[in-house]
């Protein structure tokens, strides 16, 4: 089993649906989760992070973690063309280790104007 | 502030030749990390240098593969006798300290082809 699994996609939406990606994860010691967005032939770029459980607003972006059921997602409103891109779920533990990053595979996501 | 700087941002080598890629971090940053992005993949972590130290490699293949990050110039990731399972994308990040959450910044990668 895969530290972190993520559906693949790829999705496509109109614009201005409501986005969810998912991700879910088999290690109890991840405490901190991100969203990173990449746009094609571009590095990763980080969306949302947030620690241990709960959820956490910024804008458009709504990003939720459960960690008793070991699952957190991704929300986008609204979404726009310019969401289009691959949506990577990472995390990390607080112990030692705490600086690697495990990564999903990403969803990619296109948004039809 | 420039971000995170890597080249070439595309390199085409031939079985057995080294391939040597750069990364110059983020002003003021000294924690480097690489990570690795094959075809239909994830990134994957393959090594984390401060300044003059390899502080975890285990990310990285014992063989062929290395990483520094000098006291002075970029941190480099060399890969010596290439073949065509090398081909991918490799990433940098750099970061101003250690565990930092929300400071793992990216570069636009270098993207490795082994003919």
């Known amino acids: 089993q895969k530290e972190v699994e993520q559906d693949p996609g790829p999705l496509s939406v109109p614009e201005g649906a409501i986005v969810s990606l998912n991700c879910t994860y088999s290690n109890s010691a991840f405490q901190y989760f991100m969203w990173y967005r990449q746009y094609s032939r571009k590095g990763p770029e980080l969306l949302m992070y947030t620690y241990s459980s709960g959820n956490k607003e910024d804008g458009r972006f709504t990003a939720q973690v459960d960690k008793s059921s070991k699952y957190i997602s991704l929300f986008i409103r609204d979404s726009q063309p310019s969401d289009s891109a691959t949506y990577l779920c990472a995390m990390k533990d607080s112990g030692g280790s705490n600086y690697k990053l495990t990564f999903g595979k990403g969803t990619l996501l296109t948004v039809n104007p | 502030n420039a971000g995170v700087m890597q080249n070439p941002r595309h390199l085409v080598r031939r079985r057995g030749q080294e391939a040597r890629l750069r990364c110059s971090p983020m002003k003021g940053h000294s924690h480097v990390y690489w990570y690795r992005q094959l075809p239909e993949e994830g990134l994957k972590f393959m090594v984390y240098l401060q300044k003059e130290n390899i502080i975890d490699e285990s990310g990285m293949p014992k063989e062929r593969f290395s990483a520094e990050f000098p006291k002075e110039g970029p941190s480099i990731l060399r890969i010596q006798q290439v073949v065509r399972g090398d081909s991918a994308a490799y990433f940098c990040?750099?970061?101003?300290?250690?565990?930092?959450?929300?400071?793992?910044?990216f570069g636009p990668g270098t993207r490795l082809t082994v003919l």
């Open positions: 990040a750099s970061s101003p300290l250690q565990g930092s959450i929300d400071t793992q910044y």
